[in-house]
C-alpha cells in the first residue's frame, strides 16, 4: 500500500482550516500546529464578530500587493463567490447579504464558521495540535523537521501576519520564509484607524457620517484620537505607506457627499434670512449633527463677532462651506497592529509559484493567506484571498500527487 504523503500546516486560523479539509477528503494525512488554545481565533474577530466571510463582487480591484497585483487573477477567478458559497453551504452554513456586497453566515456569529471548519477538518481526519507553536523548521533528505522531532513530506505555511497580537499573531511566517532565503515586504498596518492631531476632536468624537475621501465613499467615525469608520479602513493602507517616510499626511473630507458647493451656498444663504436671529450653531443643526456643525465651525475660522446668522457674510458661508466640503486632518499616526484587521506586506508574490502556492526557492514549502504580500478592502476581500489561496494549494496538491 502506497504510504500517504504527510502535510504540516503551520496555523489554524481561515487558509489553514480550509486546506486541511480539502486534503484530507483527498487521502493526505495532514496535521495543523496552532498556537493558540483554540482553533481560528482572529476569524472568531472578523466582522465584529459576525465574520464577514467573503463578498460578492470579487474583485481583482478590491486587492493590493507591493508587487503585480494581476499575478493573483487567476487565484480569485479559480474561487470565486458561487465556489465560495458552495464550500460553505456544503458544511452547513448558508449565508446572509449585507451592504455593499458584504457577506455573512445566517446566524451572524463567527462561532459558527469557525466550528463548523473545525468539525469539517476533524471529520476528514486531520489531526490539530493546539498549544504548540513551531519555533524551527529545517529541511533535510526530501522532509521538513519541526521543532527538531517530527518530520514532514510537505510543509504548508499558513501563520498569518503580524495584525492583532493579541489574538496569537506573531512573526513566525515571515522568519521562516526568510530561512528559505525569501524577501519579506516589511508590513505595515492596514484596515487600521487613524491618529490625528487636529484640535477639538473631543467636540465631535462619537459622530458617525456618510463621507467621501477622494473617489471612495462609506462610513466616517470621529473620535477622541482621530477618525475611523469603514472608509478610513479602507484608505488607511495608503496612509500607512506615506507615514513610513513621512511624519504626517494630510487627508480631506467631504461630509456632505450628496450637496455639491453650489447647492449648499443656496441653502445655507437662505437659512442666513429665514434664521436670521439663530446662533450660527443652531442655525447649522438641523443641516448637519449638532456636535459636527459646532466642530464645522471652530475649523472654519470665523470672526469671532459672528455669534448670529445674520451677521454671517457671503464670504462667511463659503468658508462653511469649504470646510463641510474639504474638512482637513492632519494625519500623524496609525492605531498600528495592535488593531489592525491585516497588514500590507508580507512574502513577496513574484517568489511563489501562484500556480500552485510553493516557494520558487523551496520545493515542498507553500505559502498561504495573510503571510503573503497581500491584502484587500474591508468588506470580506482579505476573508476570499485566504480561502481562494488555499482552495488553490490543494487543488494543485491533490492533481500533483
Excluded at 100 to 120: F, H, I, K, M, Q
Excluded at 134 to 159: E, G, R, T
Excluded at 325 to 354: P, Q, R, W
Aim: aromatic share 8%; net charge positive.
Amino acid at each position: 500500500m502506497k504510504q500517504k504523503t504527510k502535510i504540516a500546516i503551520i496555523g489554524a486560523g481561515a487558509s489553514g482550516l480550509l486546506t486541511s479539509i480539502l486534503l484530507s477528503s483527498n487521502g493526505f494525512e495532514v496535521t495543523i500546529f496552532e498556537k493558540n488554545n483554540k482553533v481560528g481565533k482572529k476569524l472568531l474577530a472578523t466582522g465584529n464578530g459576525r465574520c464577514n466571510i467573503t463578498n460578492q463582487n470579487i474583485n481583482l480591484k478590491n486587492f493590493y500587493s507591493n508587487s503585480n497585483i494581476s499575478l493573483i487573477k487567476d487565484q480569485l477567478e479559480n474561487f470565486t463567490y458561487l465556489d465560495c458559497q458552495e464550500f460553505f453551504n456544503n458544511i452547513g452554513i448558508e449565508f446572509k447579504l449585507g451592504q455593499n456586497g458584504r457577506v455573512y453566515p445566517l446566524s451572524l456569529t463567527s462561532s459558527s464558521v469557525v466550528d463548523l471548519l473545525e468539525y469539517e477538518s476533524l471529520k476528514e481526519g486531520t489531526k490539530i495540535e493546539l498549544n504548540t507553536e513551531i519555533i524551527d523548521v529545517k529541511y533535510s533528505k526530501n522532509q521538513f523537521i519541526l521543532n527538531n522531532s517530527q518530520k514532514f513530506d510537505k510543509l504548508i505555511i499558513a501563520s498569518g501576519s503580524i495584525a492583532m497580537p493579541k489574538l496569537g499573531s506573531n512573526e513566525s511566517g515571515y522568519q521562516f520564509a526568510k530561512k528559505f532565503k525569501h524577501n519579506v515586504v516589511e508590513p505595515v498596518p492596514s484596515l487600521v484607524q487613524l491618529v490625528s492631531d487636529n484640535k477639538n476632536l473631543d467636540v465631535v468624537s462619537g459622530v458617525k457620517i456618510e463621507a467621501k475621501i477622494g473617489k471612495k465613499r462609506g462610513d466616517f467615525l470621529f473620535t477622541k484620537y482621530g477618525v475611523s469608520g469603514s472608509l478610513i479602513l479602507d484608505i488607511s493602507r495608503q496612509i500607512s505607506k506615506q507615514l513610513q517616510t513621512n511624519k504626517n499626511v494630510k487627508i480631506s473630507v467631504d461630509t456632505m457627499p450628496d450637496f455639491s458647493n453650489e447647492k449648499l451656498l443656496e441653502i445655507l444663504t437662505k437659512r442666513s434670512v429665514t434664521l436670521k436671529d439663530k446662533e450660527i450653531h443652531l442655525w447649522l443643526d438641523g443641516l448637519l449633527n449638532k456636535k459636527l456643525a459646532k466642530f464645522i465651525l471652530l475649523n472654519s475660522n470665523l470672526s469671532s463677532s459672528v455669534k448670529y446668522a445674520k451677521f454671517l457674510s457671503t464670504q462667511d458661508i463659503q468658508k462653511i462651506i469649504k470646510t463641510i466640503k474639504n474638512l482637513s486632518f492632519n494625519i500623524v499616526d496609525t492605531k498600528g497592529f495592535e488593531t489592525c484587521e491585516v497588514c500590507a506586506g508580507g512574502v513577496e508574490l513574484s517568489e511563489i509559484n501562484l500556480e500552485n502556492m510553493e516557494s520558487k526557492y523551496q520545493k515542498d514549502l507553500f505559502f498561504i493567506g495573510e503571510v503573503l504580500d497581500v491584502d484587500g478592502d474591508c468588506g470580506g476581500y482579505n476573508l476570499h484571498w485566504a480561502w481562494s489561496s488555499a482552495h488553490t494549494v490543494a487543488l494543485n496538491m491533490t492533481k500533483v500527487c
